[in-house]
Nanobody, 116 residues
Framework: QVQLVESGGGSVQPGGSLRLSCAASGFNSDYYAISWFRQAPGKEREGVSCIREDSTYYADSARGRFTISRDSTKNTVYLQMNTLEPEDTAVYYC???????????WGKGTPVTVSS
């Protein structure tokens, strides 16, 4: 069955970096859109980045700091997050669908805390 497992979250100081992983199983992620979302406490969930085939997309808050990529041999999508800010604190989820931001299956999320 389709499964997405996020990992790589944690606590980091402002200006630090983290790399999130989204390991997919039950389907070939090369042929679908993998989107990263985040939800901060008390806020609505928002789209952060997406990769579909060779195209990548970023929210304004992520552009220039985050990079999405894939390793087809591992069926895994990554989100490299640099220059992290306290505002990036959230639970990060990956999801799969036919198009970016249109999702059918979700992972359980990985928490990211940016604090000094």
């Amino acid at each position: 069955q389709v499964q997405l497992v996020e990992s790589g979250g944690g606590s980091v100081q402002p200006g630090g970096s983290l790399r999130l992983s989204c390991a997919a199983s039950g389907f070939n992620s090369d042929y679908y859109a993998i989107s990263w979302f985040r939800q901060a406490p008390g806020k609505e969930r928002e789209g952060v980045s997406c990769i579909r085939e060779d195209s990548t997309y970023y929210a304004d808050s992520a552009r220039g700091r985050f990079t999405i990529s894939r390793d087809s041999t591992k069926n895994t999508v990554y989100l490299q997050m640099n220059t992290l800010e306290p505002e990036d604190t959230a639970v990060y989820y990956c999801a799969v669908g036919e198009a970016c931001w249109y999702t059918d299956y979700w992972g359980k999320g990985t928490p990211v805390t940016v604090s000094s």
